[in-house]
């Protein structure tokens, strides 16, 4: 069986169990760097010397390595399911070797910056004010706008994050807090005069379904409050940091907010401080001294 059929059965043994924006973005990794080149050859013939060099390729056409080790991860899946499928015993992606790369995620505004942009969502009363408070909770983009009414239990005031609609692939349960439940229970009251509470909780006027694009409104927001220019996606990043190195919070809790099967995800956010080095020895040799 060739790499493609492989790919195919992929799809179709998926796809109701991962998310369809995942689901379009293996189809289009897989097509653009494997379907015409190793997709042709039999899964058990494809050795993991191709594979390296595949990835040696794409570094010296200038990819990132986080890049190549993201497209690696791609194919490493399809390897996997081909061992499920009984046509190889190992994975051949398990063998090949990428330079090393810092994955720290830096979000290097000063705090000052952080408690700007947190309390200009907090004070936002825009159309779309909601939707940022609820990124405030860690939660990422698409999962806030995918999540519907019938993932809402405002009696026991949790919400459940779908496993189709996150990465974790499972289904995750959080409590809000006392602001988000005042906020969804008066859009629960409105979405039940409209008869709308069969739909998504955070619907488009224009379109009558859920929001797609938010970055028009995300950047008058920041224009507004003199704000620098950062992603939507940067809210998160910003809220691991800000609990990590600022509020102190054990990296366990947050990892639970942000939803992470592995808490060395949610380590890459914590900010080392240079000088702790100078201060570690200059504690060691007062204590010696004392």
């Given at each position: 069986m060739t790499l493609n059929q492989v790919f195919n059965n992929y799809l179709e043994f998926y796809e109701l169990l991962l998310r369809p924006s995942t689901l379009r973005s293996d189809k289009a990794t897989y097509n653009k760097h494997f379907k015409n080149d190793l997709g042709l050859k039999e899964v058990k013939n494809i050795k993991f010397l191709e594979i390296q060099k595949f990835c040696n390729n794409l570094i010296k056409q200038?990819?990132?390595?986080?890049?190549?080790?993201?497209?690696?991860?791609?194919?490493?899946?399809?390897?996997?399911?081909?061992?499920?499928?009984?046509?190889?015993s190992k994975n051949p992606c398990d063998l090949v070797e990428l330079p090393r790369f810092d994955n720290k995620i830096y979000f290097d505004y000063p705090i000052s910056i952080q408690k700007e942009i947190i309390k200009a969502i907090l004070e936002n009363r825009g159309y779309n004010a909601d939707i940022y408070f609820f990124l405030l909770h860690g939660r990422r983009k698409s999962e806030v706008l995918n999540l519907k009414w019938s993932d809402v239990n405002l009696k026991t005031k949790t919400y459940k994050i779908p496993f189709q609609i996150n990465k974790a692939k499972r289904d995750m349960i959080y409590t809000m807090s006392d602001e988000l439940y005042q906020r969804l229970f008066k859009r629960y009251i409105q979405a039940k005069r409209d008869n709308q509470l069969n739909n998504y909780i955070f619907i488009n006027p224009n379109t009558n379904t859920?929001?797609?694009?938010?970055?028009?409104?995300?950047?008058?927001?920041?224009?507004k409050n003199n704000l620098p220019k950062i992603r939507l996606h940067d809210i998160r990043h910003l809220v691991a940091t800000y609990s990590i190195n600022y509020l102190n919070l054990p990296v366990e809790q947050v990892s639970f907010m942000l939803g992470h099967t592995n808490i060395t995800t949610t380590q890459r956010y914590i900010t080392n401080d240079i000088k702790k080095s100078k201060d570690t020895i200059e504690t060691m040799i007062k204590s010696v001294k004392a």
């Open positions: 200038g990819y990132k390595i986080k890049t190549v080790k993201n497209i690696l991860a791609k194919l490493r899946v399809i390897f996997k399911f081909s061992i499920k499928m009984d046509l190889i859920k929001f797609i694009d938010l970055r028009r409104s995300w950047k008058s927001l920041l224009k």
